[in-house]
């Protein structure tokens, strides 16, 4: 701050919680903090992600919010043969991910794009398969997000849904919830020195029940075929498809 400024200016704003400038600011030590924070369970929900898509020979996959492309190289490597594209609005994030598929070899196979889930910029019917993976709260209007993997998605597609929220109903739910709302957000921000953590915490909170959440994508033009939680309930697995257009 200038010493001239008076004291009571108030403080730049940062960005919005949960945009592409705030992951650009995490995207160097994202990976890490991930593997940390979910006890490295993150990876095996998303085999089981990759696995609902139910892809076969010569898939085109979309992995929204795919951040460093941890699922679009899962996707990639289930099926040798897919051509996925990862699409996110952080370039910091994607420059990371762009690093991490020329060091495997898979830079030819899965393309990165700089985009927004709620204006996909591709043709109706592109995809035999959507995902998005702990990227769906972070979307400001939900709703148009899902009704664009509803009308990107052909009529045979699937769609899988990964996302943290806040345990329910099960009996280890109040560890899970201690993890959510005081390991996580203090883990993160002492090992990343940035508060980023903390809107984790906050989002996680405030993102619906499974049941209301399934009935948004319902109303959003999606036929819902599954709802699973994971890990006593940290995380939710939700598979649908376009549903019949009348």
């Known amino acids: 701050m200038n010493a001239l400024e008076p004291t009571t200016s108030s ?15 995490i995207a160097d030590r994202y990976d890490t903090l991930n593997r940390l924070l979910s006890l490295g369970v993150d990876q095996g929900w998303r085999r089981r992600t990759v696995n609902a898509l139910k892809l076969t020979g010569g898939a085109r ?5 795919t951040g460093t492309a941890d699922l679009a190289i899962a996707i990639a490597r289930r099926q040798p043969d897919a051509q996925v594209v990862g699409l996110d609005p952080s370039a910091g994030m994607l420059a990371v991910g762009a690093e991490k598929l020329r060091r ?5 196979r899965v393309e990165l794009v700089e985009g927004d889930a709620e204006a996909l910029p ?20 939900r709703a148009r997000a899902l009704a664009e993997m509803a009308r990107v998605t052909r009529p045979a597609g699937r ?3 990964l996302e943290l929220g806040e345990p329910r109903g099960s009996v280890l739910g109040p560890l899970a919830r201690f993890h959510v709302h005081r390991v996580v957000p203090t883990l993160g921000a002492w090992l990343s020195g940035a508060s980023e953590y903390r809107y984790l915490e906050r989002s996680i909170a405030a993102f619906p029940p499974a049941e209301v ?4 994508m319902r109303g959003a033009g999606l036929d819902v075929l599954s709802v699973e939680p994971l890990t006593f309930g940290v995380c939710t697995l939700y598979v649908a498809r376009p549903a019949a257009k009348p």
Do not use: C, K, T, W
């Open 213 to 216: 959440f399934a009935d948004l």
């Open 122 to 141: 591709f043709a109706d019917d592109s995809f035999d398969g959507v995902s998005i993976a702990f990227g769906i709260r972070n979307v400001p209007d």
């Open 61 to 65: 996959v979309l992995d929204l919010a």
């Open 104 to 108: 495997l070899g898979l830079d030819e």
């Open 159 to 161: 769609i899988a849904i």
């Open 11 to 25: 403080p730049e704003p940062g960005p919005r919680g949960g945009s592409g400038a705030m992951f650009d600011r």
